[in-house]
């Protein structure tokens, strides 16, 4: 595949490019960055109509549903949104819901994530008309926010979620935020030319792909760092990481975008990477394998205990491998944490990476079971202290879903052939020693 075929296809909107039929239904995107003023325009007269009652705002979503509406956010200072992307039972435990308006998103309205958050938001002080909801038309999420008396938006059906930051999910975010449109555009809001695709296509293989076979995008720094990373993390993660292929997202020397022009370009980029590599970019099979083997998690009254960290195991998978990930399961408070333990083990092979679960479970989740087949994964357990809350209407806790996903993402990691292990610390500097072993 060449940039010019790459190119092509992304211009004429052709789906030719990519393997597989999501694509025929996924290429909306790329009509949505000319759109922005309009779109804008549109939420934002909807924000105003239903008047928000609240100056804080509490974005509800996992992957691909809040992290671009986290980037945009992140572009003023000091913005009004907070995004709850966890299972964690000390993370939930602390929102005061009565003082927030709440936008809970997602394309299908399924995961478990958002009903259990949901549902524990509107039992605990979330009024129904400081509720907004966007997601895919026909969703059961719409069905029930409607039931209820919540602001319902369409998201766009023929976009996938890591590419939705310039629709509703991504931009009525940043309105709640206080973003200016001025801001998302920024000081060069030009349409491109198909030339231009070209290039960003090249450049985007020539500097990502060589004889090794080693794919690695640079970080500016790690995603539990910036909000961008976050985003690019999974764009690039997700889109590439099937079929034993794939592109990892790492720390390296890397610039910043700063506006829709850089963002758009991106999206070009991790198509086209997609493209060069033969996977389609806007499924992520390996994801739905996480979540079926969490549901069976939580039909069971006592869960399985992982099983015990073997030293000599882990250390043979790591001289087999040029990737190690550090998969945490914790209170996102330990981010610094993280990141000096992710610095601290970057010498044990060729690329280290680190991210947060659940969120990652819907993004480089896909790349860890799908992507090449030397990943190993090192899940690190950080027990909650807090006490687990009851969900209304669910036969479970937070903390009984908490370790259902971790535990459900082992099992899909080792069904899929993948080299992991388990261990539970509770700091996870204490894991530095194996820097030192």
């Not at 779109?39 to 549903?65: D, F, P």
Request: charged share 20%; with cysteine; aromatic share 8%.
């Amino acid at each position: 595949m060449n940039p010019s075929d790459v190119a092509e296809a992304l211009w004429t909107n052709s789906p030719s490019l990519f393997p597989g039929s999501t694509a025929s239904h996924s290429l909306g995107w790329l009509e949505h960055y000319e759109q922005i003023p309009d779109t804008y325009a549109s939420l934002l007269g909807q924000w105003n109509e239903r008047g928000a009652r609240h100056e804080e705002t509490l974005l509800i979503g996992m992957g691909g549903a809040s992290s671009g509406a986290a980037l945009l956010s992140s572009l003023i200072q000091n913005p009004h949104l907070r995004v709850l992307d966890s299972t964690c039972p000390s993370t939930v435990r602390d929102i005061d819901f009565t003082r927030h308006n709440v936008i809970a998103a997602s394309k299908s309205g399924g995961t478990i994530e958002m009903w259990s958050l949901l549902r524990w938001a509107l039992g605990n002080g979330l009024e129904a008309r400081d509720l907004w909801i966007v997601t895919d038309p026909g969703s059961k999420l719409e069905a029930f926010g409607r039931e209820i008396g919540a602001k319902v938006v369409a998201g766009d059906p023929n976009t996938g979620g890591r590419f939705s930051i310039f629709s509703a999910f991504g931009i009525l975010p940043a309105i709640a935020a206080g973003v200016p449109l001025e801001k998302i555009l920024g000081d060069d809001y030009s349409a491109f030319s198909r030339e231009e695709f070209e290039e960003i296509s090249r450049v985007a293989m020539e500097s990502v792909f060589d004889e090794s076979g080693h794919y690695v995008f640079p970080l500016a720094v790690g995603p539990l760092q910036s909000r961008f990373s976050q985003w690019i993390d999974q764009l690039v993660a997700e889109s590439t990481g099937k079929a034993g292929r794939g592109v990892v997202p790492a720390v390296g020397a890397a610039s910043v975008p700063s506006s829709a022009r850089g963002f758009f370009s991106l999206q070009v980029v991790a198509a086209s990477l997609a493209g060069y590599l033969e996977v389609d970019p806007f499924n992520q099979p390996d994801v739905e394998l996480t979540k079926i083997n969490a549901e069976n998690f939580l039909r069971q009254d006592v869960l399985p205990s992982a099983p015990v960290f073997n030293d000599d195991r882990f250390w043979e998978d790591v001289a087999a491998s040029r990737h190690l990930t550090l998969q945490v399961f914790g209170n996102e408070i330990l981010g610094p944490k993280i990141e000096t333990l992710r610095a601290g083990l970057s010498g044990l092979t060729t690329t280290v990476t680190a991210n947060v679960g659940p969120r990652f479970l819907h993004s480089t989740g896909q790349l860890h079971k799908g992507g090449p087949s030397d990943i190993v994964c090192l899940q690190i357990i950080v027990p909650d202290s807090a006490p687990s809350p009851q969900i209304p209407d669910y036969p479970f806790s937070f903390e009984q879903i908490f370790r259902s996903q971790y535990m459900a993402d082992r099992q899909a990691l080792e069904q899929l052939g993948r080299r992991v292990h388990t261990i539970e610390v509770m700091d996870p500097s204490d894991l530095l020693r194996l820097a030192r072993a």
